[in-house]
C-alpha cells in the first residue's frame, strides 16, 4: 500500500514527558444533530439518565487526580450545552490538572465572552470538529443552520481570549472521512490551517449498529481512505501542520513520514456504567478488526490492525467465495446456511449468493435486513435464487442497558417479509431469541408467517420456565396469525449444525446484536 521511503510516522510526545489523559464522557447531549452520529438515539427522551450530574463529574476528576493523571478530557455529546462547563474546568485546574481539554463543535465559542470564561477557568486545548470548507458542505453533515459559521467564529474567539489572557491553547480539528467529505477533506485542512490549527484529526467512519442502515452512504473503503489522507497530508503540509489518523493502521500510510502523527493508545475514558462499548475478543483485539502482515512487527501494540468494514467490498467478497468452495469440498454441494452479510453492499451479496446458489442445491440466508445492502439483500436473495430466508427478530426490550433501537428491527422485518414474498422467496419465516419476552407482544405487528423461536439460551434455566415461555409464544403466534416452533440444541444437532453453516471471515464479527440469535445448531424440539 505505501510508496516512497519507509519513515516511520512520528509518534505522540512521549507518555514519561506528558503523561496519559483521563477522559470523562459526560453525557450524549447535543445542539447539532449530524448525520453519521451514533449517539443520535439516546437524545430521544434520554438525556437524563446518561448525563452525568455536576458532583458525579468532579467526583470523577477527584478519582483521577489521586490516581496520578494530569491531564484531563471533558468530551460528550457536547461539552458546551452544559451550564456547568466553566464550574468544572475551574475545579479541575484546581484539583491540579495542568492539561484541560474539550471536544466541542466550538458553536458556543461563536459568543466571545464564553471563550474568554473558558480560557481564564484553565482550558487549554480544543479539538473543534468541522466537517466541511463552508457551510453548504458543512452543514449538510450537522443538520443544524449556521454551525459552520459559528464553529469557526468560535476557533476564532478561542484564539483571540488565550492571546488576551497570555496563555497557549493547542488548537487541533477534527473531521470525518465518509463517503459525503471524502472529495473536499483536504480543503478542509486548508481551511483549517488558515483558522490556526496545526494537528488535524481524521476520523474514518466506522460502523457502528445504529448507523448501519446508512453505512452504504457513509462507508469508504481502505484505498480510498489511503488517498484521503494523502492528499489531507499534503494540504497541512502548506501550512505545517500534520494529520492524525483514528481507527486507521498507519503503517498503510508510513510513507507520510513526520507528516503523520500516531494515534495515542493511553490514558482511561470514563463512560455512564449503563452504556455498554465494544467488547474486545478473546486474544484482546477488536473483534471487528482484522490483523494486517505488519501487526506482528509494529511498535504500535494497541493498533488493532484494519476494521473489517474498510476492507475493500472486492477482497470481502473474494474471501467469503473461498470459504464456499471449501465448504462445499468439505461437505458437498447439498445445503449451505449463510450470515453475517451486513457489511457486503447489494452487489457484493448478490454476487456472493448467486456464487452459492451455484455450488448448492439450497441456499438458506440468515439477516436481520439492517445491513449495508438494507432490503436490496433480499433482492439480491431473490435474483440469486435462495430457497429459504429467516428473518432475525429484535422485539426490543425496554431493559437493554446497550444503546441500540427500543423498539428493535420489527418495521424492517414485516417490510422484507413482503417483499420476499412478492419476489418469489416462498419460505420466508421470523426467527426471534425465546429471551425477548418483554418485547414479545411487538410480533403482533408482523405479516402472518412462520415464526421461529430460539430456546437454546433457556439451556442453563430451571425446566419449568421453558412450558411458560412456549405457551407465551403459543399465544401471541395464534392471535397474530403465525405458524409457531421452537428450537434448540443438543450435540447431534450441534454436529448437523456445523456442517451447514458456512464458516467465513465476517462470521465472528459482532456487527449484528441479532448475531446472537442466529447460533448455527438450530433443530426443531417440537412442532404443535
Keep these: 500500500m505505501a510508496s516512497g521511503p519507509q519513515v516511520r510516522p512520528r509518534a505522540p510526545e512521549a507518555p514519561a514527558e506528558r503523561g496519559p489523559v483521563y477522559s470523562v464522557e459526560l453525557g450524549v447531549a447535543c445542539n447539532n444533530n449530524c448525520r453519521f452520529c451514533p449517539q443520535a438515539v439516546m437524545r430521544h427522551g434520554l438525556e437524563r439518565s446518561v448525563e452525568l450530574r455536576t458532583d458525579e463529574v468532579v467526583a470523577r476528576m477527584r478519582s483521577a487526580r489521586d490516581e496520578g493523571y494530569r491531564r484531563l478530557g471533558l468530551i460528550g455529546g457536547e461539552p458546551t450545552v452544559r451550564p456547568d462547563l466553566v464550574a468544572l474546568v475551574a475545579e479541575a485546574r484546581a484539583l491540579g490538572f495542568r492539561e484541560i481539554s474539550i471536544t466541542t463543535h466550538a458553536r458556543r465559542f461563536a459568543y466571545a465572552p464564553y471563550a474568554r470564561q473558558l480560557v481564564r477557568a484553565g482550558l487549554t486545548n480544543a479539538s473543534v470538529s468541522i466537517h466541511g470548507p463552508d457551510a453548504r458542505r458543512h452543514d449538510s453533515l450537522t443538520r443544524a443552520p449556521g454551525s459552520f459559521a459559528q464553529g469557526v467564529a468560535g476557533i476564532d474567539n478561542l484564539r483571540a481570549a488565550a492571546a488576551a489572557a497570555g496563555v497557549e491553547l493547542r488548537l487541533q480539528s477534527i473531521t470525518l472521512v465518509c463517503r459525503r467529505t471524502l472529495p473536499w477533506v483536504a480543503d478542509t485542512v486548508r481551511l483549517l490551517g488558515a483558522h490556526g490549527a496545526r494537528l488535524h484529526i481524521l476520523q474514518p467512519f466506522v460502523i457502528d449498529i445504529r448507523l448501519l442502515p446508512l453505512s452504504d452512504s457513509l462507508l469508504v473503503d481502505r484505498d480510498e481512505i489511503v488517498q484521503a489522507v494523502r492528499g489531507a497530508a499534503a494540504a497541512a503540509a ?78 470481502l467478497r473474494a474471501e467469503i467465495e473461498t470459504a464456499l468452495q471449501a465448504h462445499a469440498a468439505r461437505e458437498g454441494g447439498r445445503e449451505v446456511w449463510i450470515t453475517a452479510l451486513a457489511l457486503l453492499d447489494a452487489a457484493t451479496a448478490e454476487a456472493v449468493l448467486a456464487a452459492a446458489a451455484r455450488r448448492f442445491e439450497r441456499v438458506v440466508l440468515i439477516t436481520a435486513g439492517l445491513g449495508r445492502a438494507g432490503a436490496g439483500v433480499v433482492r439480491a436473495a431473490a435474483r440469486a435464487g435462495v430457497a429459504s430466508l429467516w428473518l432475525v427478530c429484535d422485539p426490543g426490550e425496554p431493559w437493554q442497558a446497550d444503546p441500540l433501537p427500543r423498539d428493535g428491527n420489527l418495521t424492517a422485518c414485516a417490510e422484507l417479509v413482503v417483499l420476499a414474498r412478492r419476489l418469489g422467496v416462498a419460505d420466508s419465516r421470523y426467527l426471534v431469541n425465546g429471551l425477548c419476552l418483554l418485547g414479545a407482544e411487538r410480533l403482533l405487528e408482523l405479516p402472518a408467517a412462520d415464526l421461529d423461536v430460539d430456546l437454546t439460551e433457556f439451556a442453563e434455566f430451571d425446566a419449568t420456565v421453558v412450558p411458560k415461555v412456549e405457551g407465551c409464544y403459543r399465544r401471541l403466534a395464534a392471535r397474530g396469525g403465525h405458524r409457531v416452533r421452537f428450537l434448540g440444541v443438543d450435540g447431534a444437532a450441534a454436529a448437523e449444525g456445523t456442517r451447514r453453516f458456512l464458516a467465513h471471515p465476517l462470521t465472528s464479527r459482532r456487527i449484528l446484536w441479532s448475531e446472537r440469535l442466529t447460533p448455527p445448531f438450530l433443530r426443531p424440539l417440537r412442532v404443535p
Excluded: I, S, W
Design 238 to 315: 502548506e501550512h505545517g501542520g500534520r494529520v492524525k489518523l483514528f481507527n486507521f493502521p498507519p503503517c498503510l500510510l508510513a510513507d507520510l513520514g513526520g507528516r503523520l502523527e500516531l494515534q495515542g493508545y493511553g490514558g482511561t475514558t470514563e463512560r455512564r456504567p449503563d452504556v455498554v462499548t465494544a467488547a474486545r475478543g478473546d486474544e484482546g483485539r477488536d473483534p471487528m478488526c482484522r490483523p494486517l502482515p505488519e501487526c506482528d512487527v509494529c511498535p504500535q501494540q494497541e493498533c488493532d490492525g484494519l476494521r473489517v468494514e474498510l476492507v475493500p467490498q472486492g477482497e
